[in-house]
C-alpha cells in the first residue's frame, strides 16, 4: 500500500469504512492558512470543491482577531485583497473570515465562538506543544446576548446555511 490509495484503506479500514466511502469525507479547510499570496493555495476559498469543512480557525489557532495582530503587513494586505475591499483592521478581521466561510462553496462552515464574538489573542484556546496556560478561557453569560449574534442570523440567512440540509456526500458516509 503506497500514496493516497494505500492510506485511504488503512485509514477506512481503521474505521470501518469501505474505501470507496472514505473518498467522500469532506476535506478541512482553515481560512487562517489562505494568505499567503499563492493562487493554488488549497485554503483560498476559489480552490474548494463543495465537500469540505471550513473554519476560520480551530482551537490550536490563534483566534482570528489575534492571528491579524499577529500577521506580517504582508498577510494582512493580500487577505484584504482577496476579500476584495480597502484594509481594514484588527476588529474587521473575524467578522470578515466569517463572511468568507459562510458564503463559500464548503459543505459546512464553522467558527470558534472567540470569532463570533470577536476576541482577541487573550482568548485562545491552545498552544500546541506548551504544556501550561491551555483550554482556560471560559465563556461569559454577558457575550451570549442575542443582540450579539443579529449580525450571524442575518449572515446565516443571507448565505442560505439556515435551513437544515446535509450534503449528499456528507450523507454517504453517515453508518
Known sequence: MSGIAGWERRWSSALAITPTRATHIPGTKILQFAFDGHLDNPYLPYNYVSNAVVYTGTHDNNTTRGWYEDSSDSRRRKMWRYLNRQAGNAGEAAPELVRLAWSSR???????????????K???MNVPGNPLGNWRWRCTDDM?????????????????????????CLSEVTP
Open 106 to 120: 464548503a459543505a459546512l462552515a464553522m467558527a470558534p465562538l472567540q470569532d463570533l464574538v470577536n476576541l482577541g
Open 122 to 124: 487573550e482568548a485562545r
Open 144 to 168: 451570549l446576548s442575542a443582540s450579539a449574534f443579529q449580525w450571524l442570523r442575518d449572515l446565516t440567512e443571507k448565505s442560505n446555511r439556515s435551513s437544515p440540509h446535509q450534503s449528499p
